[in-house]
């Protein structure tokens, strides 16, 4: 695929999608990075549903550490792997409190010190909550960057290392948003809605299954 497809290619899904964004609920860069922490193996649905009864009652480090993990497990018991998951935010509420005054550290290397956060969540952090052009890589990015050839390549990190330096930088802020959105609604794993999708004749997926 060449640079002037996947310009094409971007300016249909942002003149499709002009300004997109996470489907996770929040407020705070602190609400974010608990929501995606809880998202792992789970749905934004799902962890909407549970932050949508928690941030009301604690959404600082301050207040979910107070809650203790059995206190904090009463809201996500509904998320898979809430066991694993409610020590590491109370870990983390911990740190933030101790090491970064209460706040969202806005590097890398302190995003992935923090328990239950890694490259993912930390690339997620770094673009949605403070704008910096990073792309979380996840399956459906993945998947996409895979079969429309967009940024192929065997691992999620090289799929993540091909998309920041193949993307043209007018589009890279958006370019996680623009390509999970469309993994998750029109590129879907099983059977990829080809005849609605904005970019089929841009696509060079060679099994194209036309509704």
Not at 15 to 29: D, V, W
Not at 96 to 107: A, F, G, I, K, T
Not at 193 to 199: D, S
Request: charged share 25%; hydrophobic share 40%.
């Amino acid at each position: 695929m060449n640079k002037l497809k996947r310009t094409k290619i971007f300016e249909r899904l942002r003149a499709e999608n002009p300004h997109p964004t996470t489907e996770l609920n929040y407020t705070t860069p602190f609400e974010l990075l608990i929501a995606v922490i809880l998202s792992a193996q789970a749905t934004d649905k799902g962890v909407n549903k549970a932050t949508d009864k928690l941030y009301p009652i604690a959404n600082t480090p301050t207040t979910i550490h107070a809650l203790g993990v059995d206190g904090l497990k009463v809201y996500i018991k509904t998320i898979g792997l809430f066991n694993t998951k409610a020590a590491n935010v109370i870990k983390t509420c911990a740190i933030l409190s101790d090491q970064h005054n209460n706040e969202v550290p806005q590097d890398r290397e302190s995003l992935e010190a923090l328990p239950g956060v890694g490259r993912k969540t930390a690339n997620v952090i770094l673009n949605t909550a403070f704008g910096q052009p990073t792309i979380a890589v996840d399956t459906h990015i993945f998947r996409v960057s895979n079969r429309t050839r967009i940024a192929p390549g065997k691992t999620v990190l090289a799929v993540e290392h091909k998309l920041i330096k193949f993307i043209p930088d007018e589009f890279k802020l958006d370019a996680h948003h623009w390509l999970i959105l469309h993994g998750r609604y029109v590129c879907v794993a099983r059977k990829p809605r080809c005849g609605a999708c904005v970019i089929e004749d841009l696509c060079e997926y060679r099994q194209k299954a036309v509704e």
